[in-house]
T-cell receptor, first 111, second 111 residues
Framework: EPEVTQTPSHQVTQMGQEVILRCVPI?????FYWYRQILGQKVEFLVS????????KSEIFDDQFSVERPDGSNFTLKIRSTKLEDSAMYFC?????????FGPGTRLTVL | GENVEQHPSTLSVQEGDSAVIKCTYS??????FPWYKQELGKRPQLIID?????GEKKDQRIAVTLNKTAKHFSLHITETQPEDSAVYFC??????????FGKGTMLLVSP
């Protein structure tokens, strides 16, 4: 069964550094999402992407964040200048219809 | 925007008992209500979902009910087993749109 994949599984970075989180959605899916989950808290929406553009974004998704689909398979989330409070698990998800399939997540630790 | 409230935050049951988790939503336009199970350090996994054109859906030991008028939906797990122990999240969305999650319920099933 096809799955959403994400790399790396764990990223440790210094405050102020740029990070790029990578996702490979399921191949025939058209809608892509990034969510984050701070340890012990609920999953929070960041951004959705359809037809090569952002379709929706949350208040969390400020100018420090950007998303790209650089080729036909990858979907990336970039954080330009990381802050301590960006430490969280970041999940990518994709869907063809309603059911969103989540990747295994990238644990981002900002020191 | 949508707001989803989930109760209880923790639920402890004995193996074989039933467990019920309840959620309410605020946006009457929401029409898709999934439930995710998340084990420690893992991705959220969809266990059951319901669309607004039905009132109840069942899959073996798991069932979900939806009351559109009252804007609440519930997850019912019967004959609970220790492997059901996890955090359960409800969510609400419109088609193709973002998922708004509840805060989660930690279910502990004791042998």
């Amino acid at each position: 069964e096809p799955e959403v994949t994400q790399t790396p599984s764990h990223q440790v970075t210094q405050m102020g550094q740029e990070v790029i989180l990578r996702c490979v959605p399921i191949s025939n899916h058209l809608y892509f999402y990034w969510y984050r989950q701070i340890l012990g808290q609920k999953v929070e929406f960041l951004v959705s992407f359809y037809n090569n553009e952002i379709s929706e974004k949350s208040e969390i998704f400020d100018d420090q964040f950007s998303v790209e689909r650089p080729d036909g398979s990858n979907f990336t989330l970039k954080i330009r200048s990381t802050k301590l409070e960006d430490s969280a698990m970041y999940f990518c998800a994709s869907t063809r219809d309603n059911e969103q399939f989540f990747g295994p997540g990238t644990r981002l630790t900002v020191l | 925007g949508e707001n989803v409230e989930q109760h209880p935050s923790t639920l402890s049951v004995q193996e074989g008992d039933s467990a019920v988790i309840k959620c309410t939503y605020s946006d009457s336009a929401s029409n898709y209500f999934p439930w995710y199970k998340q084990e420690l350090g893992k991705r959220p996994q969809l266990i059951i979902d319901i669309r607004s054109n039905v009132g109840e859906k069942k899959d073996q030991r798991i069932a979900v009910t939806l009351n559109k008028t009252a804007k609440h939906f519930s997850l019912h797990i019967t004959e609970t087993q220790p492997e059901d122990s996890a955090v359960y999240f409800c969510a609400a969305s419109m088609r193709y749109s973002t998922l708004t999650f509840g805060k989660g319920t930690m279910l502990l099933v004791s042998p």
